[in-house]
């Protein structure tokens, strides 16, 4: 089976740099995504890691260890806008492949 | 990137009747998927729906009282049968887009709000 454990809420200051990590354990493993979702909204994707290292665009970093089965989000100058929940997931290779998400991080970005 | 629509948005129903939740995607897609997401919680897979091919369902879920169909590569639906109150839910589609520049990316509509009294 496999099961991924992330912080449940995560509250931040305006312009400052937050850090969200995920633990997993899977059978197989095809990459850690990380996906974003506001309140009324769908997830949109943020970035994915295949390979150990990080992963950059814009604000946003995306970390991982394989040997470890870790990974995290670094937000970086975090806006008021990046209030969400973040959600690590991994692939289900039987599940066609299909996303596993963990129980998500609600971000709070305040003044 | 896909751009995926579900009707309805939302839905009011009753306990014991059913609802068909439409899926519609711009592009071809192998693999569609659904989700259920209850508010303020993960995203829970129902089942991986392939196009001429039956659905493979998750641990919990059955065809009975989720049946889906896929006809093409860019429809399918789920049904919510004989529903209850525990059936109260946000139900998202969501498809792998081939075409992407990112392979593991996948792509969601915009949910069904689904409310049973």
């Known amino acids: 089976g496999q099961s991924l454990e992330q912080p449940s809420e995560v509250t931040a200051v305006e312009g400052a740099i937050v850090q969200i990590n995920c633990t997993y354990q899977?059978?197989?493993?095809?990459?850690l995504s990380w996906y974003q979702q506001h309140d009324g909204g769908a997830p949109t994707f943020l970035s994915y890691?295949?390979?150990?290292g990080l992963e950059e665009t814009g604000r946003f970093s995306s970390f991982l260890s394989r040997s470890d089965s870790y990974g995290y989000l670094l937000l970086q100058e975090l806006q008021m806008k990046d209030s969400a929940s973040y959600f690590c997931?991994?692939?289900?290779?039987?599940?066609?492949?299909?996303?596993?998400f963990g129980k998500g991080t609600s971000l709070l970005v305040t003044p | 990137s896909a751009v995926i629509s579900q009707k309805p948005s939302r839905d009011i129903c009753q306990r014991g009747t059913s609802l068909t939740i439409q899926c519609q995607v711009d592009?071809?897609?192998?693999?569609m998927f659904w989700y259920r997401q209850q508010p303020g919680q993960s995203l829970t897979l129902i089942a991986t729906?392939?196009?001429?091919?039956?659905?493979?369902?998750e641990s919990g879920f059955v065809i009975d009282k989720f049946p889906i169909s896929r006809p093409n590569l860019t429809f399918s639906t789920l049904t919510v049968s004989n529903m209850s109150p525990e059936d109260s839910s946000i139900y998202l589609c969501?498809?792998?887009?081939?075409?992407?520049?990112?392979?593991?990316?996948?792509?969601f509509g915009p949910g069904t709000r689904l409310t049973v009294l």
């Open positions: 592009s071809q897609v192998t693999m």
């Open positions: 729906a392939n196009q001429g091919s039956e659905a493979t369902y």
């Open positions: 899977t059978s197989g493993f095809y990459g």
């Open positions: 890691n295949a390979l150990d």
């Open positions: 997931a991994v692939r289900d290779g039987d599940s066609g492949y299909a996303l596993n």
């Open positions: 969501s498809v792998e887009d081939g075409g992407s520049s990112s392979y593991n990316e996948q792509f």
